[in-house]
């Protein structure tokens, strides 16, 4: 019963907050079709102003993923994470979902593909990808749109945060499985 609630939930979530949104338009006699085209306007601005961003994200993660510092770090660390339970095959993802959340996409899929979807490394992937963010995506992209040029502290919040959500999914994966 539950479950059949839910279909119909999503089902028609969207839709509603469609009409909602229009209605309210309608009532408060917001002019609707020139404001959705001064929106969609202003959307294909910000787009064009941050395709320099995403160029230099994506070349920066083709050089850091085609230069084999990955495995070299990944080397570099599975002794010490080996004690904490941490799969070798899962390192990768650490160090790349900061960066882009594609690139970590396709590192998980690698490892679900050869090991399973019932591995441990591959169940500690998924929660590494779900609990974490791509901050240096976040802060190219969303600080290039805006026109904020000093990170001051949001790099060092956002890969604490990163740091603190791996830890945390080692920890409750260690816990449940």
């Known amino acids: 019963m539950f479950q059949k609630f839910m279909q119909i939930i999503s089902l028609w979530a969207l839709p ?8 309210m338009g309608l009532f408060k006699k917001v002019p609707l079709y ?9 959307g294909f601005k ?3 102003n941050i395709i320099p961003y995403l160029v230099a994200i994506i ?20 002794p010490a994470l080996s004690h904490f339970n941490v799969p070798a095959d899962t390192i990768p993802v650490m160090l790349v979902r900061p960066l882009s959340g594609s690139a ?3 590192v998980f899929s690698d490892i ?15 929660v590494m990808i779900g609990s974490s963010e791509t901050t ?3 802060l190219a992209v969303y600080f290039g749109a805006v026109g904020i040029s000093k990170l001051r502290y949001a790099l060092i919040v956002g890969l604490l945060a990163d740091a603190i959500s791996i830890l945390a999914a080692i920890a409750v994966c ?3 499985f």
Request: hydrophobic residues 55%; proline residues 2%; charged residues 10%.
């Open 16 to 23: 509603a907050i469609l009409i909602l949104i229009l209605t």
């Open 34 to 42: 020139e404001t959705f085209t001064d929106g969609a306007k202003d």
């Open 46 to 48: 910000v787009a064009v």
């Open 59 to 78: 070349v920066g993660i083709s050089m850091f993923r085609a230069s084999g510092i990955i495995e070299m770090i990944s080397n570099l660390c599975y």
């Open 104 to 106: 970590a996409l396709g």
């Open 112 to 126: 679900a593909h050869n090991l399973g979807p019932d591995a441990y490394a591959t169940k500690l992937a998924a």
């Open 136 to 138: 240096f995506y976040v």
């Open 174 to 176: 260690n816990l449940m």
